[in-house]
């Protein structure tokens, strides 16, 4: 009865999936109605989410018309499903008809131009992969491989508790284009608060901001890591691993606003994952 459904269907479909699928299922309920809170067994109607269509290199491609759309098999030969969700996600088809633009697959790319479906996909295997080697391999080198710990600073407490809220907002709102920049502004937020006060503490050589900037990061991390998780499980799922915390209890929603020592058996001696060089956590 904690389930949900929800249906992402074309707007031109809507006449048939929102008017005429709904009584066809509540027929199969041999006359029992439907309830707002259904109880365990009973079934329940899908949220539905109507979008534009998806072009394909600035055309309608259908399997019904002379321009064929690219197969899932076509496309996992180029990108890992990850590239592609987060891609796809960020079209914000619920707007406007957006163009797929694949550059294997285009025979008008310029070569010299990055490959558009692997713009929003860089927001994670460069910028965040690189916050979170950046807070391992300063753990292992400066903290015996222990988590540090500590108290998180106000401000970024305040700034990650905004993303949470941000990020939810849109999220129920379906508006999924939306999701890329909390996540864009919040990473690189995190990354140039690591970048600006590891240098400070290593011109100042002082251990303490080393130690608070560490621990505020690894906060950021771990707020960005249940964020990104719904788009690239896969480096989500291996950063909670390097952690060594539990993965059902990390990424439940419930615990959103507790920090990264809720998640810590001892929090004061909490030993993380070596982590090898040049290990990537997304990729």
């Known amino acids: 009865e904690d389930a949900c459904v929800y249906q992402f269907i074309g707007q031109d479909n809507i006449y048939f999936y929102g008017v005429a699928q709904m009584p066809m299922f509540m027929a199969q ?18 949220t539905l989410v109507a979008n534009h269509h998806i072009l394909f290199l600035d055309k309608k491609a259908s399997s019904s018309s002379e321009i064929k759309p690219p197969m899932a098999e076509d496309l996992l030969k180029y990108y890992t ?11 914000a088809l619920a707007n406007k008809s957006v163009s797929f633009m694949p550059k294997p697959l285009n025979p008008n790319a310029n070569e010299k ?39 998180v600073s106000k401000e970024i407490k305040e700034i990650s508790d905004k993303a949470i809220l941000d990020y939810e907002q849109m999220m129920y709102r379906f508006e999924l284009h939306q999701i890329q920049n909390v996540l864009d502004t919040y990473i690189r937020q995190a990354n140039k608060y690591w970048a600006r006060n590891t240098d400070l503490a290593s011109k100042n050589n002082d251990e303490q ?6 621990i505020d990061c690894f906060h950021m991390l771990r707020v960005a890591t249940v964020l990104t ?46 982590l090898a060089q040049k290990e990537d956590f997304y990729v």
């Open 209 to 214: 901001l080393r130690k608070q900037t560490l």
């Open 229 to 274: 998780h719904p788009i690239m499980p896969t480096g989500s799922e291996k950063t909670v691993e390097y952690l060594q915390m539990d993965k059902d209890k990390f990424f439940n929603w419930d615990n959103i606003f507790e920090d990264i020592y809720y998640f810590a058996e001892d929090k004061e001696n909490h030993q993380l994952k070596q």
């Open 81 to 91: 499903a990850e590239q592609l969700r987060a891609h796809f996600l960020a079209l």
């Open 29 to 46: 309920q041999d006359g029992e109605k439907l309830s707002v809170h259904p109880e365990k067994g009973q079934l329940q109607l899908p």
């Open 113 to 151: 131009e990055a490959d558009p479906v692997l713009a929003q996909g860089n927001l994670y295997t460069n910028v965040l992969n690189r916050l979170a080697r950046s807070c391992f391999y300063s753990a292992q080198q400066y903290f015996d491989n222990v988590l540090p710990f500590g108290t």
